[in-house]
């Protein structure tokens, strides 16, 4: 899917995309985000959090690093990448390098692989999608795609989002739409799928982002939140 939206991309940027991807930024930006997130259901519940490093490059693209901490404290889920013999709880961290890449304003692409350590020792490969659309309409869309495989229990999962610019002002955005957790491995009776409506809130001052997820699925009623804060620098 992401190597389709790629393709599609390529063709409406053109040489634009090109010169993104060949210019050097200059001045240079390190962008640093803190995030956390946790899920729960009646059959699952984790948190992880941690810290992505971004050094520009070009204008279109980046290099990334991610250190992450995950913390799964009864069953197992979407993003789980062990099948544990016991119920838990489990802990282990998380190590990712990768690029992120801007083929026209107000797309992205990130692309990461790393390993973990502790109870779960999983190599690990991602692809993030995040594309604004309508941007000079009063209220945007924002179409986001995030997709994991996790090597040692050959899980594979898909997180997507369509959310609006419901409210704009110039202290915070207000943002709502509906979201989908879509997983499965040979373990799995079929694919795994949940979902539900979903509202985020951007405050600009702060560059802090809140999420909250709410819905029906394989895990019968569930709950997300998250949070994610950005520390910019010039060089």
Same mark, same amino acid.
């Given at each position: 899917?992401?190597?389709?939206?790629?393709?599609?991309?390529?063709?409406?940027?053109?040489?634009?995309?090109?010169?993104?991807?060949?210019?050097?930024?200059?001045?240079?930006?390190?962008?640093? =985000?803190?995030? %956390?997130? &946790?899920?729960?259901?009646?059959?699952?519940? @984790? #948190?992880? !959090?941690? *810290?992505?490093?971004?050094?520009?490059?070009t204008r279109g693209f980046g290099l990334v690093a991610r250190l992450e901490a995950y913390? =799964?404290?009864? %069953?197992? &889920?979407?993003?789980?990448?062990?099948?544990? @013999? #016991?119920? !838990?709880? *489990?802990?282990?961290?998380?190590?990712?390098?990768?690029?992120?890449?801007?083929?026209?304003?107000?797309?992205?692409?990130?692309?990461?692989? %790393?390993?973990?350590?502790?109870?779960?020792?999983?190599?690990?490969?991602? !692809?993030? *999608?995040?594309?604004?659309?309508?941007?000079?309409?009063?209220?945007?869309?924002?179409?986001?795609?995030?997709?994991?495989?996790?090597?040692?229990?050959?899980?594979?999962?898909?997180?997507?989002?369509?959310?609006?610019?419901?409210?704009?002002?110039?202290?915070?955005?207000l943002l709502a739409g509906a979201g989908a957790i879509i997983w499965g491995n040979a373990?799995?009776?079929?694919?795994?799928?949940?979902?539900?409506?979903?509202?985020?809130?951007?405050?600009?001052?702060?560059?802090?982002?809140?999420?909250?997820?709410?819905g029906y699925g394989i895990d019968n009623e569930y709950g997300l939140v998250a949070f994610?804060?950005?520390?910019?620098?010039?060089?």
């Open positions: 899917m992401l190597a389709a939206l790629i393709l599609t991309l390529a063709g409406r940027a053109g040489a634009g995309m090109l010169s993104n991807f060949l210019e050097i930024e200059e001045p240079g930006h390190l962008t640093l =985000s803190v995030f %956390g997130i &946790g899920f729960g259901s009646e059959s699952y519940g @984790a #948190t992880h !959090g941690g *810290f992505e490093l971004e050094q520009s490059v913390q =799964s404290y009864m %069953g197992t &889920g979407y993003d789980t990448p062990i099948t544990p @013999a #016991t119920n !838990g709880p *489990f802990f282990w961290g998380r190590f990712e390098g990768g690029i992120d890449l801007t083929p026209i304003d107000g797309t992205h692409l990130t692309f990461v692989g %790393g390993n973990d350590v502790g109870d779960s020792h999983s190599q690990v490969i991602e !692809g993030n *999608f995040s594309s604004w659309m309508n941007i000079h309409d009063a209220h945007p869309v924002n179409l986001s795609i995030s997709s994991s495989h996790y090597f040692e229990n050959d899980l594979t999962n898909g997180l997507i989002d369509v959310r609006v610019i419901a409210l704009s002002t110039a202290k915070l955005m373990n799995t009776p079929g694919v795994q799928v949940q979902g539900g409506p979903d509202l985020g809130l951007y405050f600009r001052d702060w560059k802090l982002r809140v999420d909250v997820q709410g994610s804060r950005s520390f910019d620098w010039v060089e």
